[in-house]
Structures are given as structure tokens and as C-alpha cells.
């Protein structure tokens, strides 16, 4: 491997462990103050009905499980092996929504144990979480689409449901779209990474913060010092959210 990247990639953590440094940069962030406040305010009564009313019950995980399991919703379904819902913990504070499963994820049901799972973790880890321990990690669409293509605005809209199924039976503090086609979905409309990063969005009263997907950081090392700069963001805006 050509020595630059291999040394990048270790900074990435995909060699050692990638190590939090807080950029002064993220200082200068904007951060949407009406968003952050409203959603503190409405945090406060998040397990007693108010991001979500009872009226919009999102009924059960065994419920949605199968539903997931047998859908036929749109063409993704024809290749898969199975449906992947997702992984982690269903109280989380933090929800990490990514594109589609791949080929690995497709094989084990589980969501980002790839090349880009791994960086993904090692992501979490820079901002001290891990997988499973106060953070749900899923997909836009639950099924594979072949040759790891974007999936359709079709199959997003066809699997939508599902994660707005998720989120209201989650009610995470934070939302992270890993990616435009994860930003799309959640927001329904068009995104522009470099424009949408470094402020918090709105998702039914719940933040949404946007970054780069981990797998277009492997591809694209120069903007690892963005990724950093957004996960200091994303931290710090937990700790505003949890009143820290
Ligand atoms: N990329 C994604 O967006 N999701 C996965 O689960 C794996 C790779």
C-alpha cells in the first residue's frame, strides 16, 4: 500500500485507534439555536409523549421485525438474502441512520460490519460510544441494492415507514445521517453534504446532525478533517441536549 494512504488510514482508525483531538474550528460552528432548544425543551418529556403523541403509537419492534422481514415493498427484495433492520440499543440517545446494507451486511443481518463499519466505529469510539451501548445504528433502506449502488428515490420512499417506525419507538436525543442519501430520507429533500454539515436539522422536533458516509471517507481522505470537525459537533451537541 502506497505509505500516505497507509498512513491515513491509520489515522482513520483503520489501522491504531483514532483519538478524539477537539479542533478549535469546531468553535466556529454555527449551530441552529431555535432547533437545539426546542428540541432540549421537548427532550425533557421524550419517553412521556411528546416528540412522538400517543395518537402516532409506532407500535412494536416484534411487530416491525417482521413486517421488515417479509416486505415486498419494492425490487430490493428480489436479491436479498435477508432484511436488515438494524442493530443496537432501542433506548439509544444517539440513532446512526447509513445508506443500505452491502453485500457483508446482507450475509450477517446486521448493519455496517464492513470496511465502513469499522471506520464507523471507530468513529464512535473518537466520541467515546460504541456500537450497541446508547446507540442504534440502521439504514434508509433495509435490503441490499447489488453492487452497493445508491438506493432509488423509489426504494427510499418504499422504505421509509420502517425507519420513521424505528425512530418513534427508539426516540433518540440525536440523529446522525451518515450521507445524502440517509440526509435525504430523513429530511425529504435534496442535500447537499457540504452545505448541510456543522448545524443541526430538524427530524419531527428530534436533531439531526449530517456528515460524510464513512464509505465515501475511504475514498476520499481529504475530508477526514471535516468528519472530525462534525463529530465534535455532534458530541458537543449531545451534552447541550442532555443540559451539560
Ligand atoms: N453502508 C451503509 O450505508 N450501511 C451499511 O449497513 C453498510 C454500509
Redesign the pocket.
Known amino acids: 500500500m502506497n505509505p500516505d494512504r497507509e498512513r491515513i488510514l491509520g489515522q482513520l482508525g483503520l489501522g491504531p485507534t483514532w483519538r478524539l483531538r477537539t479542533p478549535p474550528a469546531i468553535e466556529h460552528v454555527p449551530v441552529a439555536a431555535p432547533v437545539a432548544a426546542t428540541v432540549v425543551e421537548a427532550d425533557r418529556d421524550r419517553h412521556g409523549g411528546l416528540a412522538i403523541p400517543e395518537s402516532e403509537s409506532p407500535g412494536d419492534w416484534d411487530q416491525l421485525a417482521t413486517t421488515v422481514r417479509d416486505c415486498r415493498a419494492c425490487g430490493l427484495c428480489a436479491a436479498r438474502k435477508q432484511a436488515?433492520l438494524g442493530v443496537g440499543d432501542r433506548h439509544a440517545d444517539w440513532l446512526f441512520v447509513?445508506?443500505?446494507?452491502?453485500a457483508?451486511?446482507d450475509q450477517r443481518g446486521?448493519?455496517?460490519?464492513?470496511q465502513?463499519?469499522k471506520l464507523?466505529d471507530n468513529m464512535l469510539a473518537a466520541i467515546g460510544l460504541r456500537r450497541g451501548e446508547d446507540v442504534y445504528?440502521a439504514?434508509?433502506v433495509k435490503c441490499r441494492p447489488l453492487e452497493?449502488r445508491t438506493p432509488e428515490p423509489a426504494e427510499i420512499d418504499a422504505c421509509r415507514p420502517y425507519l420513521e417506525q424505528q425512530i418513534g419507538l427508539i426516540r433518540p436525543r440525536l440523529i446522525v445521517a451518515?450521507?445524502r442519501?440517509?440526509a435525504q430520507a430523513l429530511l425529504k429533500t435534496e442535500v447537499k453534504i457540504a452545505a448541510a454539515r456543522g448545524r443541526l436539522h430538524d427530524y419531527q422536533g428530534i436533531p439531526l446532525v449530517i456528515t460524510y458516509?464513512?464509505?465515501y471517507l475511504l475514498r476520499n481522505l481529504m475530508d477526514k478533517a471535516k468528519a472530525w470537525e462534525d463529530l465534535c459537533f455532534m458530541r458537543r451537541s449531545m451534552r447541550q441536549l442532555k443540559g451539560g
Open positions: 436488515v447509513g445508506e443500505g446494507p452491502g457483508e451486511e446486521e448493519p455496517f460490519v464492513g465502513a463499519g464507523l445504528i439504514n434508509a452497493n451518515l450521507g442519501p440517509a458516509h464513512p464509505a
